[in-house]
């Protein structure tokens, strides 16, 4: 199945690409595809049972949205040393156990852009440190409460509902 592309557009934190691909059958289509380094996200789960959520103002919806702590990888960046650099910068945490909950991509029908899931634990404060085009206010909710959010469509982030899902099915709560 060979490709081309061409780039369309080169950005901060994107590259839009026409890559032309061929299916198994022989038949070629072209497609308008986002390069993206990927990124990380992580579920700052309190030994409470209380979650720690954002909420983020995104130009792109237009308004303030719920999410968890997640960013960009940095070139060269390893994943958990992004999640940790978004624990911090975001939530104002750091901490001393870092679990996996898989990844997805984020909009696959245009999308090469990947974001890695991961639950932190054994949680401390540390400085918030937003960035310049961040306004963030994180908040803590218990566990169950976040998920029924995302039943009543409160909380509609993909990235956040999927980590609250797979959290919840990892400790076990009944949903």
């Known amino acids: 199945m060979r490709q081309t592309k061409h780039l ?3 950005g901060k934190i994107l590259d839009l690409y026409r890559e032309t691909h061929r299916f198994p059958d022989g038949h070629a289509a072209d497609f308008e595809i986002i390069h993206h380094p990927g990124g990380c996200a992580v579920l700052p789960l309190h ?3 209380r979650v720690t959520l954002l909420r983020q103002y995104r130009p792109a ?7 968890i702590p997640a960013g960009r990888l ?5 994943e958990l040393d992004c999640v940790r650099r978004e624990l911090a910068e975001e939530a104002g945490l750091s901490a001393g156990r870092i679990e996996s909950l898989g990844s997805h991509f984020s909009a696959v029908g245009y999308s090469r852009e990947r974001v890695a899931l991961f639950l932190a634990r054994d949680l401390s404060a540390c400085p918030l440190a937003p960035e310049e085009d961040e306004w963030i206010e994180p908040f803590t909710l218990p566990l169950m409460e976040a998920v029924q959010a995302v039943q009543r469509g ?3 982030d993909a990235k956040t ?3 609250l899902l797979l959290c919840a099915l990892h400790e076990g709560v009944q949903i």
Request: hydrophobic share 45%; glycine share 8%; charged share 35%.
């Open 8 to 10: 369309l557009y080169r």
């Open 47 to 49: 030994a409470d049972g």
């Open 61 to 67: 919806a237009g308004r303030m949205v719920v999410e």
């Open 74 to 78: 940095e070139a060269n960046e390893f």
């Open 154 to 156: 409160e909380i509609d």
């Open 161 to 163: 509902q999927l980590a």
